[in-house]
Every structure is written in C-alpha cells, then in structure tokens.
C-alpha cells in the first residue's frame, strides 16, 4: 500500500468529490487528522481506517451503499478514549457535524451514524434497510480478530498500549471478559463470506490470548 495518510486521503476525497466547498473539506479532513493521531491512538489510527478501506475495496461488488460504509469507515473512531463508555455515540456526533458541513443527504448520514452505533455491540437493528452492508461493516470492525498469529500479537500488543493507564491486574480482568464475550457468540462474524474465511482462526487467536492472561 502507498502511505497511508495519502491513501485514506484518497478515500476522503472520493467520498466528498460531490461537494464544491474545498476550505470546508479541508478544514474537516484537518479534524480528523488531528483526532486520529493522539499518542493513545496506537491502534485505532489511520492505519486501521487505511485496513478497513482495503477490505471494502475487497468486497465492494457485495456493497448497496459504498458511501455510507466509506464514512462509517473513516468516522466510526475518530472519538476515542479508554476511559470512555460514549466513544461511538460521540463518533456518530462529529459524523453528523461534519456531513452536515457538507450537505451530505440525509439520509446517508443517518444511516452512517447507524453504523458507528452498531460498533459498540454489534447488534444490527431490526428492520434497518441496509441489513447487508452493515453486517459487512461489523465484520470488517471485527476481521483483526482473524488474522494471522504474528499479525493478531501486534494488535494486542497495541490494545494493551492504548489500556496502559490500566494495571495489569484490572487489565487483564477486563480484557478476559471482553475476549470471552466475543467466544460466547453463535458466530463472531455476521456474513457467511467471513465466517467460512476467518470464523476459526479468531477463536484460535482470541483462545490463545486467553491463555496469555
């Protein structure tokens, strides 16, 4: 992959293509900048955003609305604090903030703050008309959890930098519980094309991490 501010910067500008108000975008691409390179972002930063745009790219053929999934994408933690219980709530906020400044429809933002909510539990709502695209999306949030060994000890190694205001006793208590949630599941992974590729080997990773703490 290119450098990665200029990948992602890619996707912003493709997204917004749409809209005449250059100044406006950029001033909005300079706030997210900032917000995504705060020295607790050691993982959730342009790096994951740059990950999870690549996997779109990968399944856009599966995708209805690629522009709700790309905003979603770039949006869903541009708020993030350990301490915090509100971050995909005051994600969806500066989603809804920014398109806005846009004048992105409606209904494109609506939806895009629904898919930065759904992160939090990963409950698709009942009815939601882009059922698919946002099964698509939870998986994308949850495809780390699959990958290859060297790659799944990275990331943790970077969680638990970003938890480093945490003991490692409390750490560890609430990493336990928030990997044994993530077992309890039918199935990590929402669609049948993630399942059959990464449901396994995200047991095998989030098992063997288990056995760490």
Same mark, same amino acid.
């Given at each position: 992959?290119e450098?990665?501010l $200029? ?8 997204l917004? #293509?749409f #809209? ?6 950029e ?5 997210? !900048?900032?917000?995504?390179s705060?020295?607790?972002?050691q ?9 999870l ?7 856009i053929?599966? &995708? !209805?609305?690629?522009?709700? &999934?790309?905003f979603?994408i770039l949006y869903?933690?541009v708020?993030? $604090?350990?301490?915090?219980?509100h971050?995909?709530?005051?994600s /969806? ?7 806005r400044?846009l004048?992105v429809?409606?209904g494109? &933002?609506?939806?895009?703050?629904t898919?930065i909510k759904?992160?939090?539990?990963h !409950?698709?709502? /009942?009815?939601?008309s882009?059922?698919t695209d946002?099964s698509?999306?939870? $998986?994308?949030d949850m ?15 970077? &969680?638990?930098q970003?938890?480093?205001?945490y003991?490692d ?6 990493r336990?519980? /928030?990997?044994?949630?993530v077992l309890?599941? @039918? ?8 399942r059959?590729v990464?449901?396994? @080997?995200a047991?095998?990773n989030?098992n063997?991490e288990? #056995?760490l703490?």
């Amino acid at each position: 992959m290119e450098n990665i501010l $200029d990948y992602v910067k890619e996707k912003w500008t493709q997204l917004t #293509s749409f #809209s005449k108000k250059e100044e406006v975008k950029e001033q909005l691409w300079k706030e997210i !900048i900032n917000c995504y390179s705060g020295q607790n972002r050691q993982y959730h930063n342009l790096s994951r955003v740059a990950y999870l745009y690549t996997l779109l790219d990968e399944y856009i053929d599966e &995708i !209805i609305n690629p522009a709700v &999934i790309g905003f979603a994408i770039l949006y869903h933690n541009v708020v993030y $604090d350990a301490y915090s219980l509100h971050n995909e709530d005051q994600s /969806a906020a500066v989603a809804d903030a920014h398109l806005r400044q846009l004048n992105v429809n409606q209904g494109i &933002i609506n939806n895009t703050k629904t898919f930065i909510k759904a992160t939090k539990d990963h !409950i698709i709502p /009942a009815g939601f008309s882009l059922q698919t695209d946002l099964s698509f999306f939870l $998986d994308f949030d949850m495809a780390i959890l699959g990958v290859d060994d060297e790659v799944y000890k990275l990331y943790s190694k970077k &969680i638990r930098q970003e938890y480093s205001i945490y003991r490692d006793p409390l750490y560890k208590e609430g990493r336990k519980l /928030a990997l044994q949630r993530v077992l309890a599941l @039918k199935n990590i992974f929402t669609t049948t094309e993630f399942r059959e590729v990464m449901e396994l @080997k995200a047991r095998q990773n989030i098992n063997r991490e288990l #056995s760490l703490l």
